[in-house]
């Protein structure tokens, strides 16, 4: 990149030199000074450049510092989370333990009422024949009138 800084004085002597007019010669570099006055110079370019890259760099890296720190919390949220999850899927498989105990218990009390009920239903049964027996053999001996 070519400088825009040059020595007016130079200039408006190489002018002169030539054959402008020293009014002349101010008067163009007097323009040529207005017209350059806002070019960059590459010194100043490179400087601007080096700036913005450095804050872009000190962006980016607080950014980065601030995903890292949200990232952490929000694995440190997860971690708690699952532990508690695992913490209630413990306690449930324990209920679940202690539930399937108490159904076995159940059947095993049912099982065992199903049995006593089949057991006084034979009792009753037996007496309900004994009984009907002794009516008819009753009822028989007064029919043939030996009693």
């Known amino acids: 990149m070519a400088s ?3 020595d007016t004085l130079a200039v408006a002597s190489d002018l002169q030199v ?3 007019q020293a009014a002349h010669a ?3 570099v007097s323009a040529v000074t207005q017209a350059t006055g806002r070019l960059v110079t590459e010194s100043r370019f490179d400087t601007a450049i080096a700036e913005m890259r450095h804050d872009m760099e000190t962006g980016l ?3 980065a510092a601030a995903l890292e720190t ?4 929000q694995s440190a949220a997860l971690a708690k989370q699952s532990a508690a999850l695992a913490k209630q899927a413990a306690a449930l498989a324990e209920l ?3 539930m399937d105990v108490g159904f ?10 199903k049995a006593e009920i089949y057991r006084y239903l034979w009792v009753l049964g037996g007496s309900l024949v004994a009984v009907l027996s002794s009516l008819y053999m009753l009822a028989e001996t007064w029919s043939r009138g030996t009693m």
């Open 104 to 113: 076995a218990r159940q059947t095993a009390a049912f099982a065992e009422a």
């Open 4 to 6: 825009s800084e040059f």
């Open 96 to 98: 679940r333990r202690d």
């Open 61 to 63: 890296a607080r950014q």
């Open 26 to 28: 101010e008067a163009i």
């Open 18 to 20: 030539a054959g402008v």
């Open 70 to 73: 949200g990232l952490a919390k």
